[in-house]
């Protein structure tokens, strides 16, 4: 399960990085770019809570 999430973390940077940069070679309208520069950013959000975790502490 956390590999997954992992993964759909990197894949969620990968697009918002790709969108912007499509819209900018005209390759996709501007509502598309803000559509999934808004999907890519609530999937990121939703799968880095999944597999980053806050370090575990040794006291007691």
């Known amino acids: 399960m956390k590999k997954i999430t992992e993964i759909i973390s990197f894949l969620s940077l990968v697009l918002i990085v790709l969108a912007p940069a499509l819209f900018y070679t005209n390759c996709i ?9 808004l999907v890519a950013t609530v999937a ?3 799968s880095s809570l999944c597999w980053m975790g806050r370090a575990k502490s040794d006291a007691k």
């Open 44 to 46: 990121w959000f939703a």
């Open 29 to 37: 309208s501007l509502e598309l770019n803000k559509t999934l520069m």
